[in-house]
């Protein structure tokens, strides 16, 4: 009984501690323009510009910009707040201080998770106030969005392990990942008419599977079985951690 005490009271300071690094960056970073303009409104005009002049409506539409919305919103805050902190040394602090790396990478994805969750509102209501978009179901839109948010949140805190003190680094080299992603995940363009070799690349984009979850609620139904797509985001958001947990442990020792 003893043991078990001890370790809910850890894992309740542990949570805790995530839980103020999320408040932390939300209170500091939330409005700031950069983040503003790569989490927000650059994916909305690199959706205009490819889906200006195609057919499709926008139960179509809407779901894929939603994915992309929560693809680069929930992985711009930690490029952002991590180097800027490295660069006024409160990072350092903050490895320091008498909680674990993982308190610490939870707490980073979280306040993305949450400013990506938050960000998906926006085309959510515009689907639903200007184009009188229908859900079918909103078991697989809620769970799609949570899932998608939290798993790029954390790739985004994954790439913030690289030590350098500028935003830029870092928002290179995770540009790089993804705007790829969005051409082999079905959001522009449906999976079935991907070229054969892209198909193979198809299986190993976390945003297939949260793009295809979203697309069920509103099509009713989906390229993989649901299961799938849930399973599957939760293998990437474990993997996405376990990965961050190491590099920050590797960077910071």
Same mark, same amino acid.
């Given at each position: 009984m003893t043991e078990a005490i001890r370790v809910h009271a850890q894992l309740y300071a542990e949570l805790?501690?995530?839980w103020a690094i999320a408040k %932390?960056?939300?209170? *500091?970073?939330y409005l700031k323009p950069n983040i503003i303009v790569s989490g927000a409104l650059f994916p909305l005009f690199m959706f205009l510009a490819f889906a200006v002049g195609k057919t499709a409506g926008p139960s179509v539409m809407i779901p894929g910009l939603i994915a992309i919305t929560i693809l680069f919103s929930a992985s711009s805050i930690e490029p952002v707040s991590i180097? *800027?902190?490295r660069?006024? %040394?409160?990072?350092?602090?903050?490895?320091s201080a008498p909680v674990s790396l993982h308190a610490v990478v939870l707490g980073e994805s979280l306040s993305g998770f949450l400013y990506s969750s938050g960000i998906a509102l926006v085309p959510f209501i515009a689907g639903l106030v200007i184009f009188g978009t229908p859900i079918l179901n909103f078991f697989p839109l809620i769970i799609g969005?949570?899932?998608?948010?939290?798993c790029f949140a954390t790739m985004g805190t994954l790439f913030a392990s690289y030590p350098t003190e500028s935003?830029?680094?870092i928002m290179s080299m995770l540009n790089m990942v993804r705007l790829p992603l969005i051409f082999i995940s079905g959001v522009f363009i449906p999976i079935d008419s991907i070229p054969s070799i892209g198909k193979i690349a198809v299986y190993f984009?976390?945003?297939t599977y949260g793009n295809d979850l979203i697309q069920s609620a509103y099509l009713g139904s989906s390229h993989f079985n649901p299961l799938v797509?849930?399973?599957m985001l939760c293998v990437f958001i474990l993997v996405f951690q376990i990965v961050a947990n190491r590099l920050y442990k590797r960077f910071n020792a």
């Amino acid at each position: 009984m003893t043991e078990a005490i001890r370790v809910h009271a850890q894992l309740y300071a542990e949570l805790n501690a995530a839980w103020a690094i999320a408040k %932390k960056d939300i209170a *500091i970073y939330y409005l700031k323009p950069n983040i503003i303009v790569s989490g927000a409104l650059f994916p909305l005009f690199m959706f205009l510009a490819f889906a200006v002049g195609k057919t499709a409506g926008p139960s179509v539409m809407i779901p894929g910009l939603i994915a992309i919305t929560i693809l680069f919103s929930a992985s711009s805050i930690e490029p952002v707040s991590i180097p *800027i902190e490295r660069r006024m %040394k409160t990072f350092d602090r903050l490895v320091s201080a008498p909680v674990s790396l993982h308190a610490v990478v939870l707490g980073e994805s979280l306040s993305g998770f949450l400013y990506s969750s938050g960000i998906a509102l926006v085309p959510f209501i515009a689907g639903l106030v200007i184009f009188g978009t229908p859900i079918l179901n909103f078991f697989p839109l809620i769970i799609g969005v949570i899932l998608t948010a939290f798993c790029f949140a954390t790739m985004g805190t994954l790439f913030a392990s690289y030590p350098t003190e500028s935003p830029g680094d870092i928002m290179s080299m995770l540009n790089m990942v993804r705007l790829p992603l969005i051409f082999i995940s079905g959001v522009f363009i449906p999976i079935d008419s991907i070229p054969s070799i892209g198909k193979i690349a198809v299986y190993f984009s976390p945003l297939t599977y949260g793009n295809d979850l979203i697309q069920s609620a509103y099509l009713g139904s989906s390229h993989f079985n649901p299961l799938v797509d849930v399973a599957m985001l939760c293998v990437f958001i474990l993997v996405f951690q376990i990965v961050a947990n190491r590099l920050y442990k590797r960077f910071n020792a």
